[in-house]
Protein backbone atom coordinates (compact mmCIF):
# COMPACT_ATOMS: atom_id res chain seq x y z
CA UNK A 1 0.00 0.00 0.00
CA UNK A 2 1.73 3.63 -1.09
CA UNK A 3 0.12 6.51 0.92
CA UNK A 4 0.23 9.83 -1.18
CA UNK A 5 0.20 12.90 1.16
CA UNK A 6 -1.27 16.04 -0.44
CA UNK A 7 -0.98 19.77 0.89
CA UNK A 8 -4.02 20.86 -1.03
CA UNK A 9 -8.20 20.02 -0.87
CA UNK A 10 -7.69 17.61 -3.68
CA UNK A 11 -5.47 16.53 -6.61
CA UNK A 12 -6.78 15.36 -10.04
CA UNK A 13 -6.21 11.62 -10.76
CA UNK A 14 -3.57 12.76 -13.54
CA UNK A 15 -1.56 14.00 -10.90
CA UNK A 16 -1.91 10.83 -9.11
CA UNK A 17 -1.03 8.68 -11.54
CA UNK A 18 2.57 11.13 -11.83
CA UNK A 19 3.45 11.03 -8.14
CA UNK A 20 2.98 7.33 -7.95
CA UNK A 21 5.56 7.00 -10.86
CA UNK A 22 2.68 5.21 -12.73
CA UNK A 23 3.48 7.82 -15.70
CA UNK A 24 6.42 10.19 -16.59
CA UNK A 25 4.66 12.80 -17.42
CA UNK A 26 1.06 14.66 -17.28
CA UNK A 27 0.49 14.14 -21.63
CA UNK A 28 0.57 10.53 -20.77
CA UNK A 29 -2.14 10.91 -18.58
CA UNK A 30 -5.31 10.72 -21.11
CA UNK A 31 -3.71 7.94 -22.53
CA UNK A 32 -3.16 6.08 -19.14
CA UNK A 33 -6.56 6.91 -17.79
CA UNK A 34 -8.13 4.78 -20.92
CA UNK A 35 -6.29 1.78 -20.80
CA UNK A 36 -5.10 1.09 -17.21
CA UNK A 37 -7.56 -0.67 -15.36
CA UNK A 38 -8.35 2.03 -12.45
CA UNK A 39 -10.84 2.64 -9.24
CA UNK A 40 -11.39 5.08 -7.28
CA UNK A 41 -12.53 4.06 -3.88
CA UNK A 42 -14.16 0.63 -5.53
CA UNK A 43 -15.66 1.96 -8.26
CA UNK A 44 -14.27 2.08 -11.99
CA UNK A 45 -12.65 5.19 -13.08
CA UNK A 46 -11.38 6.91 -16.53
CA UNK A 47 -11.60 10.47 -16.17
CA UNK A 48 -7.56 12.01 -15.46
CA UNK A 49 -9.23 15.23 -14.31
CA UNK A 50 -11.23 13.45 -11.49
CA UNK A 51 -10.76 15.61 -7.51
CA UNK A 52 -9.15 13.02 -5.01
CA UNK A 53 -9.56 13.96 -1.78
CA UNK A 54 -7.96 12.76 1.62
CA UNK A 55 -8.59 9.39 2.87
CA UNK A 56 -9.64 7.92 -0.90
CA UNK A 57 -8.37 4.85 -2.32
CA UNK A 58 -7.39 3.94 -5.46
CA UNK A 59 -6.03 1.04 -7.27
CA UNK A 60 -4.02 1.20 -10.59
CA UNK A 61 -3.00 -2.05 -11.53
CA UNK A 62 -3.91 -4.09 -8.43
CA UNK A 63 -1.47 -1.09 -7.04
CA UNK A 64 -3.23 0.53 -3.76
CA UNK A 65 -2.90 3.72 -3.39
CA UNK A 66 -4.45 5.88 -0.36
CA UNK A 67 -3.99 9.84 -0.22
CA UNK A 68 -3.48 11.44 3.41
Do not use: C, F, W
Amino acid sequence: MMKIQIHTDYITLGQLLKLADVIQSGGEAKIAVKTLPIQVNGEPENRRGRKLYKNDEIIINEKHITIV
